[in-house]
């Protein structure tokens, strides 16, 4: 049996063991979120030895050259000294610029970072809390035009980071762990063609980013924006879209309520086969929304899904 090493720690697992669920049991806390390796929450650096591998690309080679491993993906084949990810160390240091309630549930919280971060709209980023609770978010803001870094965290159920974001402040200090491009983004090659944001609870997070990315780069294309949330209360965002929507012609608003959104699917009919489609949300809400697109004739290549799981820590 492989012996696993980390820290001051060493014990025997099963070969082929997933070294996430390996650490964990033994009382080695790696946070995780997605296990599909699109979170990079659950960062561990090889020290010795080498585990197997099953999504490599997920990280960038240099991060891979460095040691670092998603536990999620691994399997322990032999000996294996890791280390896990210590914000402390290993984290980029920020602090709270702003911290308020958009809606009932939504809260909004803008982070300065020590240095520049570049990214594009559409990516997500792990946060640590001062607890070292890690979660990973989609980043809300526009590069090049927000002086922060926004994140909408979803708090109607309890998580250990969504509670402890409840009481923050502004100067309080965070950390920053993994930067990761999900599936949304915004191609400028893309301006001609109609474009469907459709996004349920803080799904509108990431497209809120994409949108004003969009329109920054002066879309021609017909824009649609479909807000699916709980109530009419929980439309976080409703007035800076309708201000939106009022300066330019292209882009249409709908925002819906839950119990509104199946006769709402019934009768979504595509404009052009040229349509892009970027969902965001929970996987029933994306799922509904991808299924009534698929039935509406848009190809899959056309569609573009990140999708939220609700982890209570």
Not at 125 to 153: I, K, Q, T
Not at 265 to 282: E, K, M, P
């Amino acid at each position: 049996m492989p012996e696993l090493h980390a820290g001051d720690r060493s014990w025997s697992v099963a070969a082929g063991s997933n070294l996430l669920d390996a650490l964990n049991s033994a009382g080695v806390a790696v946070p995780y979120s997605c296990r599909a390796g699109s979170c990079h929450a659950c960062l561990v650096r090889c020290q010795q030895g080498e585990p197997q591998d099953a999504k490599p690309e997920a990280l960038a080679a240099e991060r891979r050259a460095e040691g670092w491993r998603l536990a999620c993906q691994c399997r322990v084949v032999e000996d294996l000294s890791v280390e896990v990810f210590d914000p402390l160390r290993d984290g980029l240091p920020a602090w709270v610029a702003g911290c308020d309630w958009l809606s009932p549930s939504v809260l909004r919280l803008r982070l300065t970072p020590e240095r520049p971060l570049r990214y594009r709209a559409g990516q997500h980023l792990v946060l640590w809390s001062a607890e070292r609770v890690a979660r990973p978010y989609s980043l809300a803001s526009l590069p090049g035009e927000d002086p922060w870094l926004e994140f909408h965290l979803d708090c109607r159920h309890p998580g250990a980071f969504s509670d402890a974001a409840r009481q923050l402040q502004a100067g309080d200090p965070l950390r920053l762990g993994e930067l990761r491009g999900g599936a949304l983004h915004y191609d400028p090659d893309w301006q001609q063609r109609p474009l469907w944001l459709l996004a349920a609870g803080t799904g509108l997070a990431p497209l809120w980013g994409i949108l004003r990315e969009a329109l920054r780069q002066e879309h021609r294309g017909p824009i649609r924006v479909l807000h699916v949330a709980a109530d009419a209360d929980e439309h976080y965002l409703a007035a800076p879209l309708a201000a939106l929507a009022a300066a330019h012609p292209n882009l249409e608003l709908e925002l819906l309520t839950a119990a509104e959104l199946p006769a709402a699917l019934a009768q979504l009919r595509l404009v052009s086969r040229q349509t892009l489609a970027l969902l965001c949300g929970s996987p029933s809400s994306v799922e509904a929304f991808a299924r009534r697109l698929y039935l509406a004739g848009l190809p899959r290549n056309q569609l573009l899904a990140d999708v939220f799981l609700t982890r209570a820590y």
